[in-house]
């Protein structure tokens, strides 16, 4: 999906987003605001690269933090309830995860986790649906590039 259809979906709904980003630093705020017209849709974005701005400005639990680390589920769903909550916002979404170069067993380079904010089931199922729908569109493509 691309950020213009993303626009235009929400502007037809009425819904506004916001995001909380660590490991893209703010790639996906850009993508969206690089669409005229997007302000009408998205009022702000969160980088929350260490675990002190998590903690400030999303209010991830210290405990979460300690408990499953930065790059968790646990982590990515406190962050997009925390920016949904700071930024008055109907959806909202947050990324963490390890970029790389780095990792570890548990957590290995490339772990990203994704966490949803959404207001009801329906938005919810529907937003998991298409994110899994998304990612495996990307990863088509990928491959087909490699093999060209």
Not at 48 to 55: E, G, R, V
Not at 71 to 92: K, R, W
């Amino acid at each position: 999906m691309t950020a213009d259809k993303l626009l235009q979906t929400l502007q037809n709904s009425g819904l506004t987003i916001t995001t909380a980003e660590s490991c893209t630093g703010g790639m996906v705020s850009a993508a969206i605001t690089d669409v005229a017209g997007s302000s009408a849709i998205f009022n702000r974005g969160f980088v929350t690269y260490s675990n002190a701005a998590k903690t400030d400005m999303l209010g991830v639990p210290t405990a979460t933090l300690t408990a499953h680390g930065a790059v968790s589920e646990q982590t990515a769903q406190a962050m997009a309830t925390g920016a949904a909550a700071a930024a008055n916002a109907d959806i909202a979404v947050a990324i963490t995860g390890i970029a790389g170069p780095g990792g570890s067993d548990h957590k290995p380079e490339g772990r990203v986790c994704f966490g949803l904010h959404a207001q009801g089931r329906d938005k919810v199922r529907a937003c998991a649906r298409d994110h899994a729908l998304t990612l495996l569109l990307i990863a088509a493509q990928q491959a087909h590039k490699n093999e060209a």
